[in-house]
């Protein structure tokens, strides 16, 4: 799980890359550096509610659905994963089939 947390806290975020490189345009370190705090703060508070209330509504869905009906609800729930899933990988391949099928249409040559 630490891995997990590591491994998506480590990405540069580009809003903040934006940030910095503005700030370093303008001469304003402090400030930029302040704003990708505030961001980052802003981030990690948004993200740490989020995961609470799945969290919360995972187990208040499981209290909910009782002792018989939950192997319904768990096979349910792993089949919208596995659909969820499925459909970003499509949109994936989709984007992927777009931009090689436009190569010679890109505006500087490319």
């Known amino acids: 799980m630490i891995a997990t947390i590591v491994a998506v806290g480590i990405r540069p975020c580009t809003g ?8 370093h345009l303008l001469g304003l370190w402090l ?8 961001m980052s703060l802003g981030t990690a508070i948004t993200v740490s509610a989020l995961a609470i209330l799945a969290v ?9 659905a009782g002792g018989g009906e939950y192997r319904a609800m768990a096979w349910a729930g792993q089949t919208i994963t596995l659909m969820g899933g499925l459909l970003i990988l499509g949109l994936g391949l ?17």
């Not at 903040?16 to 700030?23: G, H």
């Not at 400030?31 to 505030?38: E, N, P, R, S, T």
């Open 16 to 23: 903040a890359i934006l940030v910095l490189a503005a700030a």
């Open 31 to 38: 400030a930029g550096i302040f704003a990708v705090l505030a």
């Open 56 to 64: 919360k509504a995972r187990h208040l869905a499981v209290r909910l």
């Open 94 to 110: 989709m984007l992927l089939a777009g931009s090689l099928g436009s190569a010679g249409s890109h505006p500087l040559g490319l």
